[in-house]
């Protein structure tokens, strides 16, 4: 019975609390404050996370945020099987990154996870969605919308359903995103 109640308890406040309440306060430090305490989130000081993440939470699984990273409104994070977020990565609203979810050709809808990792000077488009086990190479840009099921390689524009490369964007990044504001 104690083994539930912890179970219990420990849903409540990874799942219910983080993802109803602390994301809806409208003051970025308290936020930070839960996220890198309660959730064990190795997230940098110089990054910035804005209100309505939803983080799907696993403590036993890394979620890492490098510096300079600005995570717009209305995320979604998925760390259940690990998740990397590199340095100067602009993710913008309504992005949907998983690391989980159920096996198609299942008989019994098997769970399955694969770690996510995106590596620097990414940039990911509104409502773009990222699927488990994808590595986004350095400096890509994932075109708004599009659904990256495979690697995205270093310094490629991807576009669609499923996404494709396009482009190519500049090799010469060097930008920091210190964009902030105490509200959001």
Same mark, same amino acid.
């Given at each position: 019975?104690?083994?539930?109640?912890?179970?219990?308890?420990?849903?409540?406040?990874?799942?219910?609390? +983080?993802?109803? #309440?602390?994301?809806?306060?409208?003051?970025?430090?308290?936020?930070?404050?839960?996220?890198?305490?309660?959730?064990?989130?190795?997230? +940098?000081?110089?990054?910035?996370?804005?209100?309505?993440?939803?983080?799907?939470? %696993?403590?036993?699984?890394?979620? #890492?945020? /490098?510096?300079?990273?600005? @995570?717009?409104?209305?995320? @979604?994070? %998925?760390?259940?099987?690990?998740?990397?977020?590199?340095?100067?990565?602009? @993710? +913008? &609203?309504?992005?949907?990154?998983?690391?989980? /979810?159920?096996?198609? =050709? +299942?008989? =019994?809808?098997?769970?399955?996870?694969?770690?996510?990792? #995106?590596? =620097?000077?990414?940039?990911?488009?509104?409502? &773009?969605? @990222?699927?488990?086990?994808?590595?986004? /190479?350095?400096?890509?840009?994932?075109?708004?919308?599009?659904?990256?099921?495979?690697?995205?390689? =270093?310094?490629? #524009?991807?576009?669609?359903?499923? &996404?494709?490369?396009? /482009?190519?964007?500049?090799?010469?990044?060097?930008?920091?995103?210190?964009?902030?504001?105490?509200?959001?």
């Amino acid at each position: 019975m104690k083994k539930y109640i912890k179970l219990f308890i420990y849903m409540f406040i990874m799942e219910y609390i +983080s993802n109803h #309440i602390v994301n809806k306060i409208p003051i970025h430090k308290l936020r930070y404050f839960f996220y890198k305490v309660i959730l064990r989130i190795k997230l +940098s000081s110089k990054s910035y996370i804005m209100l309505g993440q939803y983080i799907y939470s %696993d403590i036993k699984k890394p979620l #890492i945020i /490098g510096h300079y990273t600005v @995570i717009n409104r209305n995320c @979604i994070l %998925d760390r259940r099987g690990g998740l990397y977020i590199g340095n100067n990565v602009n @993710i +913008s &609203a309504e992005v949907a990154i998983y690391t989980g /979810g159920h096996k198609i =050709d +299942s008989e =019994d809808f098997a769970y399955y996870s694969k770690s996510v990792k #995106i590596e =620097d000077y990414v940039w990911i488009g509104t409502r &773009a969605m @990222i699927m488990p086990g994808v590595i986004i /190479g350095k400096g890509a840009m994932i075109m708004p919308g599009a659904i990256v099921t495979k690697n995205v390689e =270093d310094y490629s #524009i991807v576009a669609g359903i499923p &996404a494709k490369e396009i /482009g190519k964007r500049n090799r010469n990044l060097t930008y920091n995103l210190t964009w902030r504001t105490m509200f959001l």
